[in-house]
């Protein structure tokens, strides 16, 4: 069990056609095999530990994957815009590796690292002939180690077995599923899950996947009509970049004829843009995904049916459901827990518990994997009756004031339809006499005014007295990372600057 | 025992399978010759060649057998002399 079958058999059943297009450079599934053979002979004759990339999304990086998934040895790809302090610690944690870079400062130099720039790296595999490789079969290798974000602390590296992956890939995606025409514009990082998860079911599908290597919403959208675009997935704030764009621009939306589905997710989706873009694209397929790296991506879904029965609902119920996450996958367990552990009822909220065959749950130290094989996936939510996932944010992030637990999400969740906030974050804050308290973050709408008086007075008529702010932060913008992920950690240091 | 991950080729045509899930003895037959990870000629037994197809799932009837096909053939396969079914799965809508 290997994830490189994927590409194998997508070369096998369809070797012309387009697997890759990049800077207008097209690559079939036959090229793409015999450049992950050849990548995986170099690998394997360099006897490094790791195969590492550092940079956007290029050829290079399906490449790599299934070169290293050939040689057996773990890929991992680092997020190339960190700082040179962040990226040395996570270097020496891979020593010695195979990197792919174009970054020419790199701290490691000696001779049992290679380091490659990504064009050459891509001319070198693509010149070579067509070699007889075999690859091992282990389903307990590791395929893939990604370092996690790290928004509440240093980064951990996740570990993701061959296993893993294959079993989430068989079990969501149906083998050579895309037709020849349809093309998926693919704008996640390559360093993150969804950008793993976006090559193995593109592959598996057997789908032509367009590279757009660093997100932008005006080259998005000429990739989208110019490669005849068929379907993107997309972290929030990149759909939320794009309506700003379509909002000044009215014609650009003529151009997007091609487009049938938008996924979404890796963050939480304001409730305004997706009603909006549900309204603007009415035969768009939209559907969100929930899931985690230490899941191989997806283990909820909100499908395109669901969207279009709560956007054209008068029922709050159901309309209300723009906001959840959706149902499990069919090879996924979920349950809702308390703290004691104990499994809770629907409508009541407690930390979300997952287990599949897809779930490693697995960091390079340790395993939180308990011993029966449920994940604690340390995000909180809540199911509805009718099976409907509602996330509510990271345990983590919990604020609890005298002994009530609060989400920030709820806080968030309310201020976000005043007429003059454009985004806003609630944080705990320590407090001698309640533990805790709420503090908030706020960014004001151009031209916008409102007092703290007037936001507290806002919080308490909408939400429970404890809810209402004891601080309140007005700023120009919010810390996010690159894949929408709101830097919660940063935004407590404001409060508390020694604390951080 | 036939573990997961494991690679078997066909003695009769092309084809070849991945074992989904493990299963005792290595009764699995294509065109009724025992598969193996590598393979002699074999001859074929014509009542069991209707084929078999790459990226199905075949399996038992009650899913304790699943293996996934990685190369299609003419001959198709058979598990203590019981012809496998394609198994049906449920289409889901991308998420990637």
């Not at chain 1, 050829?59 to 290293?68: E, K, Q």
């Not at chain 1, 601080?471 to 600057?497: A, C, M, Q, V």
């Not at chain 2, 065109?31 to 038992?60: D, F, P, S, W």
Request: proline share 5%.
């Amino acid at each position: 069990m290997n994830i490189a079958l994927f590409l194998q058999m997508a070369a096998e059943a369809c070797p012309n056609r387009s697997a890759l297009t990049h800077n207008g450079n097209h690559y079939s599934y036959a090229h793409l095999y015999v450049a992950a053979k050849n990548a995986a002979n170099k690998f394997s004759r360099a006897r490094c530990r790791y195969i590492s990339l550092i940079g956007e999304s290029s050829p290079a990086v399906p490449i790599a994957l299934m070169g290293a998934a050939m040689a057996g040895v773990p890929y991992v790809p680092i997020n190339y815009r960190l700082s040179e302090e962040q990226i040395v610690p996570l270097l020496e944690r891979i020593d010695p590796a195979y990197l792919i870079t174009e970054k020419t400062q790199v701290p490691y130099s000696n001779d049992n690292w290679v380091i490659q720039n990504p064009n050459d790296f891509i001319t070198d595999v693509m010149k070579g002939n067509d070699p007889e490789i075999s690859w091992h079969e282990d389903p307990s290798a590791i395929a893939v180690q990604l370092f996690t974000s790290g928004t509440t602390g240093d980064p951990k590296a996740a570990i993701l077995r061959h296993e893993h992956l294959v079993s989430y890939i068989l079990g969501s995606v149906e083998f050579m599923g895309a037709l020849e025409e349809e093309a998926s514009l693919v704008s996640v990082p390559p360093y993150h899950i969804a950008g793993i998860s976006a090559i193995l079911s593109s592959i598996y599908a057997c789908r032509h996947v367009v590279q757009l290597p660093s997100f932008d919403p005006i080259e998005w959208l000429n990739l989208c009509s110019q490669e005849r675009v068929t379907s993107a997935f997309l972290v929030p704030t990149m759909l939320t970049r794009i309506m700003e764009i379509l909002d000044k621009q009215e014609n650009e939306a003529a151009n997007l004829t091609s487009l049938e589905s938008i996924a979404y997710g890796g963050g939480k989706m304001p409730l305004p843009i997706i009603e909006q873009a549900l309204r603007r694209f009415p035969n768009v397929n939209f559907t969100n995904a929930y899931g985690l790296t230490e899941t191989s991506s997806t283990i909820t879904l909100l499908d395109p049916q669901d969207h279009r029965k709560a956007i054209a609902s008068n029922d709050d119920k159901i309309r209300a459901r723009l906001g959840s996450v959706g149902k499990t996958l069919p090879s996924i367990e979920l349950e809702i827990r308390d703290e004691e552990g104990k499994q809770l009822e629907a409508g009541e909220a407690g930390e979300i518990y997952v287990r599949g065959p897809q779930v490693s749950g697995e960091y390079d130290s340790h395993s939180v994997l308990e011993n029966d094989g449920w994940f604690p996936t340390r995000d909180s939510g809540y199911l509805d009756q009718y099976g409907f996932l509602y996330l509510s944010g990271r345990a983590d992030d919990v604020i609890v004031r005298g002994g009530e637990n609060m989400s920030p999400g709820e806080i968030e969740d309310v201020l976000h339809l005043h007429p003059a906030i454009q985004d806003v974050a609630a944080v705990g804050i320590p407090s001698e006499e309640w533990g805790q308290v709420v503090a908030l973050a706020v960014v004001l709408l151009e031209d916008a005014e409102i007092t703290k008086e007037e936001i507290c007075s806002y919080v308490r008529e909408h939400l429970r007295s404890s809810r209402v702010p004891e601080l309140i932060h007005f700023t120009r913008e919010l810390p996010y990372n690159d894949t929408g992920k709101l830097l919660r950690r940063i935004i407590s240091e404001w409060f508390n600057p020694k604390s951080g | 025992m036939l573990k997961p991950g494991l690679r078997l080729k066909s003695a009769v045509c092309d084809a070849e399978i991945m074992v989904i899930k493990a299963m005792k003895g290595n009764d699995l037959t294509c065109g009724g010759v025992t598969m193996a990870e590598q393979q002699e000629q074999g001859e074929a037994n014509q009542e069991q060649m209707h084929g078999c197809l790459i990226g199905k799932r075949y399996v038992n009837e009650n899913e304790t057998i699943e293996v996934l096909c990685v190369k299609s053939g003419a001959g198709s396969i058979y598990y203590n002399g019981v012809e496998l079914m394609t198994k049906d799965t449920k289409k889901l809508p991308s998420s990637d």
